[in-house]
């Protein structure tokens, strides 16, 4: 896969401080997880409730494919852990980040009657993996918040096969951003390039 | 409590140089305090008028519950010792944090003739201690500004009593913001969070 | 005064690198003075041109009472010394501080047709020097932007004596902001409370 | 030309990195050259799709007049390498800097069908080179975005011969801004001008 326990854990650290510096992941919010090994499945996510701006080794867990810990301890895995299951599970997706940002927590409210919001016409869209062109549209969908995060994963899991289905993230209602990637970097990017178009579209 | 004297001075100073990077301390506003002990009560505070960005360990000053210095010397405590008495006095409330942010000071006015604003729908609310899921609803009582801080502390005593108490901060009106956790990690993930929650509303 | 030449040289490099991070000098916008001695008058300024986020010694310059340097060079200083001579030869003036923010070019547009704009109300004002409740009000006038730095320097020396003086800094329209304090600490701190007041205003 | 290999290295490293943190190359966005020769010709610049704000010496290309790579390598140059050459080989461009700022973005959207934007007024105008008052104006013009890229540098060549030529930056719609400077430091001041002014003219 992506590298050694020990690289990536230094990745994600390295992605937690600089997404907190920016104000992505304020006050414990947010989670992020990368697949260490597929066979077996492997998955290494940050635990429930850690300072994203200040990630240390001890603040992971390596979980199972039924997101049990593989190794016991006092530590709670993210309670979005179903989230990033099913979408690691996903072929290619190597990684997952989730953010709470402001711009991203003003478009979903702002669109969430449409159910999603098209982004289209700028030239970052290439950052998105696929994207060659910067008349290339891509759909986020936006889901409604809530508690289950089961019932959450299922929806979205739905959604791949929908008319419009996600590119590589998707937005919670009054909530923040999923993004994903092949791997760290990607994933990384993409978060990025999001957080920059939707800053574009709350300011235009 | 929340561990030694030095360990808790390199936190808040920590603490100081996050907030001032972001614009929540400018100018030497705001103080910071955290009890060290409760038999005899020792309050940790900032003394008055230091750069929040460049705290060292002589900007602070240890009270008695009196707000009394405990090692006389040239440096006073903050003048918004009162507040931070009162609140530390609560159980269940080992650290203050106050800051002046732009969002906050906006909001302050914007919604000081309804007395305060209601934070609600958000996923961010989790950040707060006792709020489960973003359904809930926090109020955050806007008091009108004052240079008699001891009749503003008692007012905010009353304000605990009332309908509507404050949940874990309240705002001063065209001044800032008050927040406090069970320790320091809790009173700084809760400024974030609201200020985080401000900057939505500002921005919606 | 201030201490000893390389410590204000340390301290200058120190403020222009945070004001260059927070966008308020940039493209080499901007310049800093403080005052070395007065028998004989002596003023440490940054040579004109100069990348502000990255000062070094070599960037600064040793002036006299009329401006010229002390020690031969092939550097210039800034054009703008006859602001800093002036403002300088004021009692209690040891350090100026010019910055070019978004926010108060913004508000020296908006405002110039007033010819100047009061901060009032705000908490914050008690970072000026000589202001003790946000009831008092704080008069910043706005000149308008020329080359005939001259010129604009004894239009700002008659304004100590209109009806509405400037208290500790002004704007120049389209321009940036002028503060001043007794020593650098001191007009750091005034920059850093105009720039809140002045985003405060802007955002409200 | 402008120093060794080596140290332009360092400084357009530096120059990613600032320009990442304030979010004007998120997400692998943007590129940069610098001229490393003219006889024989040698072109550094960055490789295609890296991180801007950890750039390493293996993150760069030396090209030659051509376009193409002067030592072999599984690299290829950033896929706007003929807007680089084009503007490289005007005389007095010794660095291009390529941005994909928020504002930016929004005005070039915002501005397209005036076909660019005035800037003029603001004292800061003064960092363009040849610029000695704020009363002079500065065009800044607007480009369709496309994926042409060879078409698109032959249309901005002729627009150095238009009416209204750039002065030392355009704007590409929806996409990001160019600018140039006889050497790095030159361009990236105009960068941070430019950036400066469009953010100015967005809030204003």
Not at 25 to 45: D, E
């Amino acid at each position: 896969m992506q590298g050694c326990l020990g690289e990536l854990t230094r990745e994600l650290c390295a992605v937690g401080a600089d997404f907190h510096r920016r104000g992505w992941v304020l006050a414990t919010a947010g989670n992020f997880s990368a697949v260490l090994g597929r066979q077996p499945y492997r998955l290494l996510i940050t635990a429930s409730g850690r300072h994203k701006g200040r990630l240390a080794p001890g603040d992971f867990l390596t979980l199972d494919e039924h997101g049990r810990p593989v190794e016991p301890g006092p530590d709670r895995p993210s309670a979005e852990t179903a989230l990033h299951l099913m979408l690691t599970a996903r072929p290619g997706v190597g990684a997952v980040l989730h953010t709470h940002s402001v711009w991203a927590t003003v478009l979903s409210e702002r669109f969430s009657g449409e159910g999603g919001l098209w982004l289209g016409g700028y030239e970052m869209l290439k950052a998105f993996d696929g994207v060659t062109t910067h008349e290339q549209r891509v759909w986020v969908p936006i889901f409604d918040n809530t508690q289950d995060i089961p019932t959450l994963a299922a929806e979205v899991a739905r959604a791949f096969a929908a008319p419009r289905p996600p590119h590589c993230g998707f937005l919670i209602r009054q909530h923040g951003l999923y993004a994903w990637g092949r791997d760290l970097a990607e994933a990384s990017r993409h978060i990025e390039a999001f957080e920059f178009l939707f800053e574009v579209i709350g300011r235009r």
